[in-house]
């Protein structure tokens, strides 16, 4: 496979790294290339700086290994930069850095699916409802959070989430990896409710693109309770998120050779297939 790293912005953690097939290689795994389909691979780790990109770089070269181009995001945490609102800035820009090297690889964005696990799933579904920010009641928040023209983004016509935070809310109330909502806000949800109630998935409900809410069985990292309460509340409102149990542990997510990360791989094929 290829790889290509661009950054998206000055600070050391605003960066992307490019993996894409190379099927006349003999490492090629996957059946064809799938044409013009982009997977963001966004890592986790609760938002904190200790916690990298290489979490998403065995996701990235699997996808590729398999024949599909990956984006293997990095962006500021909370602790090195990041926190509200660069991280969201982040995540957003470096989602949209793929018109600006689009050209140099002939990419195609016309599918561009996430893959974000943990803290990483809720920013890839955050991400998904970003044509709502501007309308969701919060204008302060809106303004503090800067980012392009909606018209030039960059969107995305799918999610799976692999035990994702998608109930900011619920997280910060059951004080998950102590107190990590509050240390990604700048501060619990009485002191700044509307940047909370901006950067909550549950809020830009429904989404009319498809989300898997994948999640482990055996999971003590992230309780199974967030996306059973984000797929209920998007059934309820017409969205189109669906729940799938897989076995296995937090990391077995991320484990390219674990049978609940294969199945994450599979729903991206479908998705960008």
Not at 52 to 77: F, K, M, Q, S, V
Not at 84 to 96: R, Y
Not at 211 to 222: L, R
Request: include cysteine; aromatic fraction near 6%.
């Amino acid at each position: 496979m290829l790889r290509h790293k661009y950054s998206y912005g000055e600070h050391p953690s605003q960066w992307g790294e490019l993996f894409i097939p190379e099927p006349s290689n003999g490492n090629h795994r996957g059946p064809s290339t799938i044409a013009g389909g982009v997977a963001v691979v966004i890592h986790g780790g609760y938002w904190r700086s200790q916690y990298g990109a290489e979490l998403g770089e065995p996701l990235a070269r699997d996808l590729a290994a398999h024949g599909i181009t990956a984006w293997n995001l990095e962006y500021r945490r909370a602790g090195n930069g990041g926190g509200w609102p660069h991280t969201f800035e982040d995540i957003l820009a470096g989602i949209d850095h793929l018109s600006e090297i689009a050209g140099n690889h002939d990419l195609q964005l016309g599918k561009v699916v996430a893959l974000g696990h943990s803290a990483g799933g809720h920013l890839a579904v955050w991400a998904a409802g970003r044509h709502r920010l501007s309308s969701l009641g919060t204008p302060d928040a809106d303004r503090q959070l800067v980012r392009g023209p909606e018209e030039k983004a960059v969107r995305l016509t799918g999610v799976v989430s692999q035990s994702g935070l998608l109930n900011l809310a619920a997280a910060e109330r059951l004080n998950l990896s102590n107190g990590a909502v509050c240390n990604l806000m700048g501060g619990d949800s009485g002191r700044y409710p509307k940047r909370h109630k901006y950067a909550d998935p549950m809020t830009s409900l429904p989404l009319e693109i498809p989300v898997f809410a994948v999640h482990a069985t055996e999971d003590e990292d992230v309780p199974a309770s967030q996306s059973e309460a984000y797929v209920a509340a998007s059934n309820a409102s017409g969205g189109a998120a669906q729940l799938l149990r897989v076995p296995g542990d937090h990391f077995d997510l991320i484990d390219p050779k674990a049978v609940a990360y294969k199945k994450c791989r599979e729903l991206v094929q479908r998705l960008l297939s």
